[in-house]
């Protein structure tokens, strides 16, 4: 398909997202390819971003907008925003943050290239003022390189994000209606593309990916994480419990939702069986579960393989770096 007979939609969602809109949507009026429409589904916001939007529609035709007529929430309002695509792709944009001027291009001409089913970039993080915090958000959570993608590193792991996200239209068929209990709508998206098709990366920073007080998920890297550790060990177990409890819900969401593949329902019992026998293991307990699940399930950076075998199968041990990285830390604001 030629990019320039291409259609897409890009589909944003807003909710009181008055004060950064008009950057977001002026940086979506700069794109160098032109061929999209914008559908905005406002989750009933009660500043003047509708306002705002209105005024934005009056001066582009390729603006429409919807207005929900209750809060439904962010992944319901990106639900909703999929099945009005008509488009051959679609795009999903947050309302906050400021594309590059050749995103759709390149997230276009990659995904008609290679043929995936999804396609996603790499962003850079920046603060409320655009002030760059780092070039690359996926460097910044502690993944250097980017190589194959299959289903089963994306059931452990969601490495995409949802603003970066082009996707064939094909896959509304494969991902809707969304299950009830997904994490995030960008995982599950994932997710279905590598099970249905293939999931394609294109390595290049093309979003300037804001951090703010209202922020949804935002950037949080690996040590930020480990930060919000807090209390003693019998807690931090508590926590990890809560966490594989939460794990097997999910998985057990999916399985009920069907993929129609008997290999990948028999994989997602078999993630459920190690998740029950993590959430067992109390004190350091000898042995290669956890290595042997990391094998087959594999998180992308060596670095992550190795914190969550120790995560999975030595818990303790675990806390114990955890508890000595916070002592760390907080030495060094002293000094």
């Not at 008009?22 to 390819?33: C, E, G, H, V």
């Not at 594309?99 to 996603?120: G, H, P, Q, R, Y």
């Not at 009830?180 to 394609?200: C, F, K, Q, R, T």
Request: net charge positive; proline share 2%; glycine share 4%.
């Amino acid at each position: 398909m030629d990019i320039r007979k291409s259609k897409v939609d890009i589909l944003m969602a807003t909710y009181n997202g008055e004060k950064y809109i008009k950057q977001q949507l002026d940086s979506l009026m700069n794109q160098t390819f032109t061929d999209f429409n914008i559908i905005i589904a406002d989750d009933k916001s009660t500043d003047t971003t509708l306002d705002i939007m209105l005024d934005y529609q009056k001066k582009d035709p390729r603006i429409s907008i919807v207005q929900n007529e209750e809060n439904i929430g962010v992944i319901k309002n990106f639900e909703k925003l999929i099945t009005l695509s008509s488009a051959d792709y679609f795009m999903l944009c947050d309302q906050d943050d400021v594309w590059l001027e050749d995103k759709v291009a390149k997230s276009v001409n990659a995904i008609i290239e290679t043929n995936a089913m999804l396609a996603f970039t790499d962003l850079q993080l920046v603060d409320q003022n655009l002030n760059v915090i780092n070039k690359s958000f996926l460097n910044y959570q502690g993944i250097k390189e980017i190589k194959n993608i299959n289903w089963k590193t994306l059931l452990v792991q969601n490495i995409v994000t949802g603003c970066t996200i082009i996707a064939d239209k094909d896959i509304k068929r494969c991902s809707l209606p969304f299950p009830s209990n997904i994490p995030m709508h960008d995982a599950w998206l994932a997710l279905v593309a590598a099970v249905y098709g293939e999931v394609h990366y294109i390595n290049e920073a093309l979003i300037l990916y804001r951090q703010h007080d209202s922020n949804v998920i935002g950037g949080v890297n690996s040590n930020a994480r480990i930060s919000r550790v807090d209390g003693e060990y019998y807690q931090f177990l508590k926590e990890r419990e809560t966490k594989f409890g939460n794990n097997i819900q999910l998985l057990e969401g999916y399985i009920n939702y069907g993929f129609g593949n008997q290999r990948i329902d028999k994989d997602l019992a078999y993630v459920i069986t190690y998740y029950n026998k993590f959430t067992k293991i109390k004190w350091i307990k000898l042995g290669f579960i956890g290595v042997k699940f990391k094998v087959l399930f594999p998180s992308v950076g060596i670095k992550r393989n190795v914190w969550w075998v120790l995560y999975l199968q030595y818990p303790f041990l675990s806390y114990m770096i955890i508890s000595f990285k916070k002592l760390l830390s907080y030495n060094k604001k002293k000094i």
